[in-house]
């Protein structure tokens, strides 16, 4: 059996120099980019026109956009650029609470686009309200865009993707905030690894640091290549050598 080896199985042996690699929610965080641009795009463009005649004007024509038809489109878009923030600052159970919390806002989201496609919730009587049509006004034609619903239902689509991503992260997936990203608790860790080097060193199972560590521990002031110090205790078997000193 070799020392790693050894190393890995025997839970007295001295931990690895290199911390285990984490996981950086990088999916989610293009996921929710992706979903806040499609909401945002597809609240400036046009949703539904509605033509309406009231019998003493010339025929009028209103376009309404999707931040006019669904008033929480442009809103829902901003909450999603904010979770991108909090998924990047939370770890663990509070990280996939978000993630729930983000397949709830794509949840909501989706209906309107839903409901316009499926050419249920594209009424006239909704149509005149929105685009504020006086009492006498009759309402002559509803024209619905396809394309802008589309585009948002595939905004909700990847929310909810990432908010699943999200709930399903393991317990030590990482954060780009923390004590690991600080360079003074960086330090202290390097400066740590470093005088565990030495005492592997000295007990003669060498272990390997990373460049990163290296560098962190002479901005902390410590010497890598500083040999440890000899011991000071004398084996027992040195008194049975010539020379020494019986009791």
Known sequence: MTDSESRDTDPAAPASAEPPKRKYPVGAVVLL???AAALW???RMTWVTVSSTDGLT?????KLNGGVWFGALTPLALVLLAAIAAVLATRGWLRRMV???????????AVPAVALLTRSGATAARAATLAELPGRATVTEV???????VLSLVG????FA???LLARMPQDAARLSGKYDNPV?????ATEQVARQRTDEANTAPGQLSERVLWDALDAGTDPTEEAPPPTDTPDHDQGKPGSRGV
């Open 58 to 62: 010339e025929p009028r024509t209103d």
């Open 156 to 159: 909700a689509l990847a929310a």
């Open 143 to 149: 024209v619905t865009s396809p394309f802008p619903a």
């Open 41 to 43: 795009g597809s609240s």
């Open 99 to 109: 993630g729930v919390l983000i397949g709830l806002v794509a949840a909501v989201t």
């Open 185 to 189: 608790f960086r330090r202290a860790a």
């Open 33 to 35: 980019a992706i979903a």
């Open 162 to 164: 990432a908010g699943v």
